[in-house]
């Protein structure tokens, strides 16, 4: 082999591997540009005086929209959680909206994998499915005082007319 053909082949893989990285660069460029890249939890902010008296968490509460999306907008303070039952049907989208107006506190749903902190000044926003019926612990996992361990409130994952969805 002659020293022009490694030339040849070396401007070869030069040339592919330009295309390859400016390919990467494109793909990056397009999902920061149209998707926005960002955390998937606490972007949404809130000032955490005004949630007990004036915000969509003074009042906790389960929506249940006709579109079978059930919402749960929930409070979670020193030393509980509300609503403190919670009832959702089962293999339908639950979206989770929470604040915290006090100190950071966790919400778990044991058994689940529903699991987030929430954080005083954000609100936490995350859906997910319940696969199966059942009552569920719900826990805060972050250390938020002596009545920490106390912390706890109840889901209940109904079963819908239709059966279980799978
Ligand atoms: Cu709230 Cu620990």
Redesign the pocket.
Same mark, same amino acid.
């Given at each position: 082999m002659s020293a022009s053909h490694v030339n040849v082949y070396e401007k070869i893989w030069i040339a592919l591997a330009a295309v390859m990285i400016a390919c990467f660069l494109g793909a990056l460029s397009v999902a920061a540009g149209l998707h926005a890249v960002h955390p998937p939890s606490h972007v949404e902010t809130i000032d955490p005086v005004l949630v007990r008296t004036d915000s969509p968490y003074a009042t906790p509460e389960v929506i249940y929209h006709p579109d079978g999306l059930t919402e749960v907008i929930a409070r979670?303070e020193?030393?509980r959680f509300l609503p403190a039952v919670i009832r959702v049907p089962v293999g339908r989208p639950v979206r989770f909206r929470m604040t915290s107006p006090d100190v950071i506190? !966790?919400f778990q749903v044991v058994g689940t994998n529903a699991n987030v902190m929430v954080i005083p000044g954000y609100v936490s926003d995350f859906t997910t499915t319940f696969p199966n019926a059942g009552e569920y612990l719900i826990l =805060?996992?972050?250390? =938020? !005082?002596l009545s920490?361990h106390q912390?706890q409130a109840k889901l209940i994952v109904e079963p819908t007319s239709e059966g279980e969805l799978p």
């Amino acid at each position: 082999m002659s020293a022009s053909h490694v030339n040849v082949y070396e401007k070869i893989w030069i040339a592919l591997a330009a295309v390859m990285i400016a390919c990467f660069l494109g793909a990056l460029s397009v999902a920061a540009g149209l998707h926005a890249v960002h955390p998937p939890s606490h972007v949404e902010t809130i000032d955490p005086v005004l949630v007990r008296t004036d915000s969509p968490y003074a009042t906790p509460e389960v929506i249940y929209h006709p579109d079978g999306l059930t919402e749960v907008i929930a409070r979670v303070e020193m030393f509980r959680f509300l609503p403190a039952v919670i009832r959702v049907p089962v293999g339908r989208p639950v979206r989770f909206r929470m604040t915290s107006p006090d100190v950071i506190h !966790g919400f778990q749903v044991v058994g689940t994998n529903a699991n987030v902190m929430v954080i005083p000044g954000y609100v936490s926003d995350f859906t997910t499915t319940f696969p199966n019926a059942g009552e569920y612990l719900i826990l =805060c996992n972050e250390y =938020c !005082g002596l009545s920490h361990h106390q912390m706890q409130a109840k889901l209940i994952v109904e079963p819908t007319s239709e059966g279980e969805l799978p």
